[in-house]
């Protein structure tokens, strides 16, 4: 169910009140004044390398599908998307990247586009392995790990997963669509997959580079403690209840980090400067490429798609 932006603009303040009031306001706005000015520029200093490594991965996983690839479309396509998504549940809007490029196909491209979106959680669930086997049980362990392992599974033989998908889309009304996305889920080869997996844990590993360095830009933390709370406060993001996440993320990682003795002004800080940094930075500048969506195609490719 698609929550109102209302209702979630109303939630996203009642969880700013509470953990302002959680914290205090004397205690966070003294936190903020005694960072590290150096740190919170370290951290800046790897935005442009996450921005390329990123649009790296989509131009690696989609190019064969667009018509005259070229990788400053896919960074107006990626910045674009990134854009939209702030807006949406979940940022399920970073699929309207492919609304920025031209192909013979956007059910397909979307397609792929949803594979992109596995291989970036499938490594932050990869990384999330650290983080079960600190907080939860074994059994939950286990469960966690098949999670990962049917992730894999689901990116290198995406055909044993076709074999239950195929039959749903012909039922669905929109069938020559729903084929054309699981064709381009079906259509990436293994040596890509690994290719854009090496490349989001080259991303991910930067992130929670920057998510320990900007707790350090307050008080001391090891790197450990981040490990452990960096999938989590990642997670926070897919809950659609929220504006960008604010709150829900902030409060998760000032739960977990709470268990290595950070102080929860920290945590809340360092967690709301990562999603600055790496996620609401490069929103707004997508913000000024909105106007470049193609919409339209040209009678040639109308005609592939039509086929």
């Not at 109102?4 to 603009?9: D, G, M, R, S, Y």
């Not at 700013?16 to 960072?35: D, K, T, Y």
């Not at 790897?46 to 996983?61: D, Q, R």
């Not at 960074?75 to 998504?85: A, R, V």
Request: proline residues 4%.
């Amino acid at each position: 169910m698609k929550v109102p932006i209302w209702l979630k603009a109303i939630v996203t303040f009642i969880l700013a009140i509470l953990i302002a009031w959680q914290i205090g306001p004397r205690r966070f706005v003294s936190n903020i004044e005694g960072i590290h000015l150096d740190y919170l520029f370290y951290a800046l200093l790897f935005f442009p390398l996450v921005i390329f490594l990123g649009t790296e991965k989509w131009y690696a996983i989609s190019k064969d599908k667009v018509r005259n690839p070229d990788r400053k479309s896919f960074l107006i396509s990626f910045l674009g998307g990134m854009s939209i998504g702030l807006i949406t549940p979940a940022r399920v809007g970073e699929f309207s990247r492919v609304l920025f490029l031209e192909s013979h196909s956007k059910a397909e491209l979307t397609g792929i586009a949803f594979v992109d979106r596995v291989i970036d959680l499938q490594v932050t669930l990869i990384l999330g392995v650290w983080s079960v086997f600190i907080f939860l049980d074994k059994f939950s362990f286990f469960i966690f790990s098949s999670v990962v392992l049917l992730g894999l599974i689901f990116l290198y033989r995406p055909q044993v997963f076709m074999v239950i998908l195929r039959p749903f889309a012909k039922i669905l009304p929109f069938e020559k669509q729903a084929t054309l996305f699981l064709t381009g889920m079906n259509s990436i080869s293994a040596r890509v997959i690994t290719q854009c997996l090496l490349l989001r844990t080259v991303v991910s590993i930067i992130d929670l580079f920057q998510f320990y360095i900007l707790i350090n830009a307050f008080s001391y933390v090891s790197l450990s403690a981040a490990l452990a709370a960096y999938p989590l406060v990642i997670f926070a993001n897919i809950l659609p209840i929220t504006i960008g996440g604010v709150g829900i993320r902030e409060g998760v990682s000032a739960i977990i980090l709470a268990r290595f003795n950070v102080a929860p002004e920290t945590a809340v800080s360092a967690s709301f400067l990562l999603f600055c940094i790496n996620t609401l930075l490069p929103g707004l500048i997508g913000t000024f490429f909105v106007t470049r969506i193609k919409l339209k195609k040209n009678r040639k490719y109308q005609k592939a798609i039509t086929a």
